[in-house]
Each structure stands twice: as structure tokens, then as C-alpha cells.
């Protein structure tokens, strides 16, 4: 089983849309949770990081955190063309970080 | 500039060479990271490395080798590069939180490695 699954996707969302990610992870003592965003041919930079069950905001990007149910997601307001890229959940079980294999979003102009 | 360096940034090279992968990062993180990334594997860690002096295996380590004598450097051999080590390379690095766990990840640029 591994340690963190995303939809690879693609997805694809209007401009203007809301996008939604979604991440589950199996190991029930993980406590860190980050979303990084991959343009092509870029490495991953950092969006959101998430610790506590609930909701995160920044600006139009929400991560959302369920322990319960082991799933981790993130929500993207108002989609720009810009925000098409590769994203990536990362997951911390036993101080080692596991990454998604990402998914794919296009948001269409 | 501060930050996470990598070089050199493209390398191509032959199977059988030895290959070192240089990483030096300006923020005094105690942890660095070693990644490939493949097309269908997404990232996969090769080694990390919590502190100085201290070094551990990852999800893929086989024929790489790794150093970490100072904070800031964390260099990556191949000893005898193989065709399905062509591959992009990412360095990372983070703090460690209280607890002695990693906390955000920040990458390098990335080597793009190719072996003939």
C-alpha cells in the first residue's frame, strides 16, 4: 500500500472555477501534511502546509485536513490559466516524507 | 544569494563513470534531501540526511552514494552510473521541528542527468 495516493488526472476546470485535489494517506500517525505545486520542467515549490484537523486558508488555495478519514485536499478559488501545473501532496509518517505522484490541472481560458 | 543551489544543472555522462551531484543550501536546515523524479514514479527518495555526519536510505538507494560533513553540503554519487539512472535530480532541504521531524520541504532546481 503506499504511504500517499492522488488522482493523477488530468483535471480540468474553466477559468474561474473552483479546482479540487484530493490526497489519502494510509499511515494513522502522520502529522504533517504540505500541497506543492510543480510547473514543467520546475521543481516543486511550496503552497500550503497543514497540521491540524480543518480548514487552511491562503489568499485562493484552501487545504483541508480530515485525520478521521485519512484524506488531505486542496482547493483552489477562482482557477487561473496560471494555476496549471502538476500538484503534489507530501505526507510525514516516521519523520520521512512521502510525495504523491501528483495531479495534473489545467484550468481552460 | 541564499537559498538551495544544485550543479552542475544538465549532465550528461557515460554508463560506468562516476558521477557526483553537488547541493549546497544557505539556510543552515538541519535536514537535506536526495530525490529522482520519473515520469510515472513521481519523487522518490534516494537518501536524506537529519543532521551532519548522519545519513539514511530512502525508497530507492541502490548504487548511490551519499556525504554529509558539513550543514550546508549534501553531494550525491553515482559510483558507476546505469541507463535508468537518467533521470531529473532534486535536492532539498528543511528545518526539523521540535520533535526532531522534518518540517517543509524547500527544492533545488534540479540536475538533469542523462547516461549513454
Known amino acids: 500500500q503506499k504511504e500517499v495516493e492522488q488522482n493523477s488526472g488530468p483535471l480540468s476546470v474553466p477559468e474561474g472555477a473552483i479546482a479540487s485535489l484530493n490526497c489519502t494517506y494510509s499511515?494513522?500517525?502522520?502529522?504533517?501534511f504540505f500541497w506543492y505545486r510543480q510547473y514543467s520542467g520546475k521543481s516543486p515549490e511550496l503552497i500550503m502546509s497543514?497540521?491540524?484537523?480543518g480548514d487552511k486558508e491562503d489568499g485562493r488555495f484552501t487545504a483541508q485536513l480530515n485525520k478521521a478519514s485519512q484524506y488531505v485536499s486542496l482547493l483552489i478559488r477562482d482557477s487561473q490559466p496560471s494555476d496549471s501545473a502538476t500538484y503534489l501532496c507530501?505526507?510525514?509518517?516516521?519523520?520521512?516524507?512521502?510525495f504523491g505522484t501528483g495531479t495534473s490541472l489545467t484550468v481552460i481560458p | 544569494d541564499a537559498g538551495i543551489t544544485q550543479s552542475p544543472r544538465y549532465k550528461i555522462t557515460e554508463t560506468g563513470r562516476q558521477v557526483t551531484l553537488m547541493c549546497h543550501q544557505t539556510?543552515?536546515?538541519?535536514?537535506m534531501f536526495w530525490y529522482r523524479q520519473d515520469l510515472g514514479h513521481g519523487l522518490r527518495l534516494i537518501y536524506y540526511?537529519?543532521?551532519?555526519?548522519?545519513?539514511d536510505k530512502g525508497e530507492v538507494p541502490d548504487g548511490y552514494v551519499v556525504s554529509r560533513s558539513k550543514t550546508e553540503n549534501f553531494p550525491l554519487t553515482l559510483e558507476s552510473a546505469t541507463r535508468s539512472q537518467t533521470s531529473v535530480y532534486f535536492c532539498?532541504?528543511?528545518?526539523?521541528?521540535?520533535?526532531?521531524?522534518?518540517?517543509?520541504?524547500?527544492f533545488g532546481p534540479g540536475t538533469r542527468l542523462t547516461v549513454l
Open positions: 507530501a505526507v510525514i509518517p516516521r519523520n520521512q516524507f512521502y
Open positions: 532539498a532541504s528543511s528545518e526539523s521541528l521540535a520533535g526532531g521531524a522534518p518540517n517543509e520541504q524547500f
Open positions: 539556510w543552515s536546515h538541519s535536514y
Open positions: 497543514i497540521y491540524s484537523n
Open positions: 540526511s537529519a543532521a551532519a555526519d548522519i545519513t
Open positions: 499511515d494513522r500517525g502522520s502529522q504533517s
